[in-house]
C-alpha cells in the first residue's frame, strides 16, 4: 500500500549510514519495527492509525527496504543498537512506545534489556523468541547449497512468501508482492537475511541459547509488556503464545482470530484498539498527544558514542 502524499517514507543518517524511515503524528514517541527480509511497509495501516495520537516512527531494519545495510553483520544485538542510534538520530529522548513483529519483536526485547530507559511499553506481535518452531522456509537458509537458490529473488516466490504471511489470501496482494520483489532485488538483500537467519538458528529450528537469555533478562524488567498473535499463523505458531504466557507472565496477551503473521495488517483496527487501551492502563500514556511536555524522569540517560513453505522472499 503506497503511502500519502506527504506521507511517504523519507530517508535520516545513522551511524554514517542511509536509513528510510516515515515519521508522522505528535505525542508520545512510539518505534515500530519490521520482521526478517520485510520492510516498514509491514506497519502503514496501524501507523496511520496511530498517527492520530501519537509520533510514530516507522523504520526499515539495516539492509531491508531502503536502508543500507551496517558496516558489522545483521546480528540481533547489532539491531538492537541500531534501534537506539536511531532514536537517538531522530531527536527521541523519551521512552517509547516500541511494536515488534517477528524479527522486529526480538529487537524490541533486546533493546529493552540493554536499555531499559528507553523503552516505555513492549508490544510483541507474532515474536521470534519463544520457542524453536519457526516455518521450514526460514530453517533451510541454514542449508548453504540450498539457500541462495531459496533467496534467488522470482516473482513466484515472492507471491508464496506473502500468501505464508496471511491467513486470508485476499492480503497478498499485487502490490506487497511486487515490493517483496524489489527488496529481495536489492543487492545485498540475500546477504543480510542469510546474516540474519543464521545468527538466531539452524536447521532445527530458533536457537536456544539466545532465547534463554534473553527471556531470563526480559522477565526481570519492569516494563509494560503485550504479547499478540494469530491464531492461524504459519511462520511461528500460535503455541508460543503460550509459551509468552508462562515465560512473562505479567505480560498481558491477546489471541487475534483467523489471522496469520501480521496482525498488523490482516487485523490492524483491532491492533490499534488494543494498543490504545494497554498503554493507557498501563499508564505510559500520560502525556497529553501534542503537548510536548514529558512526564517527569521521562527522559533518556545520555548514550556514550562509541557505544512451512520453501519460499522466503521475507517471511517475517
Given at each position: ?113 540493554s536499555e531499559p530507559a528507553r523503552v516505555a511499553s513492549l ?194
Open positions: 500500500m503506497s503511502a500519502p502524499a506527504g506521507r511517504r517514507p523519507r530517508h535520516v543518517t545513522v551511524d554514517g549510514r542511509r536509513v528510510c524511515h516515515r515519521v508522522d503524528g505528535d505525542g508520545p514517541p512510539v518505534l515500530l519495527l519490521h520482521g526478517i527480509g520485510r520492510t516498514l511497509r509491514d506497519f502503514t495501516e496501524l501507523h496511520e492509525l496511530l498517527a492520530e495520537r501519537f509520533r510514530v516512527h516507522s523504520v526499515d531494519l539495516p539492509g531491508y527496504g531502503g536502508s543500507l545495510p551496517m558496516a558489522r553483520p545483521c546480528t540481533l544485538p547489532a539491531l538492537a543498537d541500531f534501534a537506539a542510534h536511531y532514536l537517538d538520530a531522530v531527536g527521541v529522548d523519551r521512552p517509547a512506545h516500541v511494536v515488534g513483529n517477528s524479527l522486529g519483536g526480538a529487537v524490541a526485547m533486546r533493546l529493552a534489556a508490544t510483541l506481535a507474532n515474536s521470534a523468541g519463544f520457542g524453536r518452531e519457526v516455518t521450514v522456509a526460514l530453517r533451510l537458509l541454514a542449508l548453504r547449497p540450498l539457500a541462495r537458490l531459496l533467496l534467488r529473488p522470482t516473482r513466484w516466490a515472492a507471491r508464496r512468501a506473502e500468501l505464508s504471511l496471511f491467513h486470508d489470501p485476499a492480503f497478498a496482494t499485487a502490490e506487497r508482492v511486487a515490493h517483496a520483489l524489489a527488496v529481495a532485488r536489492q543487492p545485498y538483500a540475500a546477504r543480510v537475511m542469510l546474516e540474519t537467519a543464521r545468527s538466531l538458528g539452524t536447521f532445527r529450528g530458533v536457537s536456544p541459547q539466545w532465547r534463554e537469555e534473553l527471556l531470563a533478562e526480559v522477565e526481570r524488567l519492569d516494563v509494560p509488556t503485550l504479547v499478540v498473535w494469530g491464531d492461524r499463523d504459519l511462520i511461528l505458531p500460535a503455541v508460543h503464545l503460550d509459551a509468552a504466557r508462562a515465560r512473562l507472565p505479567r505480560a498481558r496477551t491477546h489471541l487475534f482470530e483467523d489471522c496469520g503473521h501480521m496482525p498488523q495488517i490482516e487485523c490492524a483496527g483491532e491492533f490499534h484498539r488494543l494498543l490504545v487501551d494497554f498503554w493507557a492502563e498501563a499508564g505510559t500514556d500520560a502525556a497529553v498527544p501534542g503537548n510536548g511536555v514529558e512526564e517527569p524522569g521521562g527522559g533518556v540517560p545520555p548514550r556514550d558514542a562509541a557505544g512451512d513453505r520453501p519460499a522466503v522472499a521475507g517471511t517475517g
